[in-house]
């Protein structure tokens, strides 16, 4: 899947910062990050709706959503905690009909915390 | 809050069997109803969906029909072949302060032998 490009794929971290990257080439107007746990289904984080940002507010605050345009969402994670180890999906999705809306994932950043 | 709900955590079929996988919602209003499919290690891909009541949505001989009688949107197949091992999940679109939220089911992890 090149529409949505994720970047890194594999991310080993101690406790440290980084900024997961991902940019979209469908024209899409919202963009989506999903957390999934091993075992369990992708739960929503953060939702940017034509740059109006949507929080799921029980994500912890050292999660930090930027979108710098349309097309590019990236996720700033502040010390990483072990619970953090989950594979990170972005999404896109063009909101013309909110009842109709179909979303596309990347492939994931699947991250691992020491 | 709006829910979807899958019976069956784990299915194992032989090639040529019938499938079902069961899903119901709970939501109020008419939600959309999605069955998306993973495989490993990329992220989940729309099978299909359907908005109205008695719709059925179908792709590569899967099928569902919309059921808001019963609540339901079980998914279906007459002949599964060994391409089809997956984690199917069931989907609602939520509308949730002007913009849709997917919610998804707990999944059915699929699991064909030849």
């Known amino acids: 899947n090149t529409k949505i490009t994720q970047s890194p794929r594999y991310l080993i971290l101690g406790r440290a910062n980084k900024s997961l990257e991902c940019e979209q080439h469908l024209g899409h107007n919202a963009m989506y990050w999903y957390k999934q746990s091993a075992e369990k289904p992708p739960e929503l984080m953060f939702l940017y709706n034509l740059k109006q940002l949507i929080r799921n507010e029980t994500v912890p605050s050292r999660f930090i959503p930027e979108c710098p345009d349309s097309s590019k969402l990236l996720l700033h994670i502040s010390a990483v905690d072990p619970e953090d180890s989950a594979v990170y999906f972005c999404?896109?999705?063009?909101?013309?009909?909110?009842?109709?809306?179909?979303?596309?994932f990347g492939h994931g950043t699947k991250l691992s915390v020491l | 809050g709006d829910s979807v709900t899958q019976t069956e955590g784990q299915v194992a079929l032989s090639e040529e069997d019938f499938l079902t996988i069961h899903c119901n919602y709970s939501a109020s209003g008419y939600p959309t109803l999605f069955w998306y499919v993973q495989y490993p290690g990329e992220g989940p891909q729309l099978l299909f969906r359907?908005?109205?009541?008695?719709e059925k949505g179908s792709s590569r001989g899967f099928e569902a029909t919309y059921d808001k009688g019963t609540t339901s949107f079980h998914l279906r197949k007459a002949s599964v072949q060994e391409s089809d091992s997956a984690v199917y999940y069931c989907?609602?679109?939520?509308?949730?302060?002007?913009?849709?939220?997917?919610?998804f089911g707990e999944g059915t992890k699929l699991t064909v032998s030849s």
């Open positions: 359907a908005s109205r009541d008695k």
């Open positions: 999404a896109s999705s063009q909101c013309d009909s909110i009842s109709n809306e179909r979303l596309f």
């Open positions: 989907a609602l679109s939520s509308n949730q302060g002007g913009s849709a939220k997917l919610i």
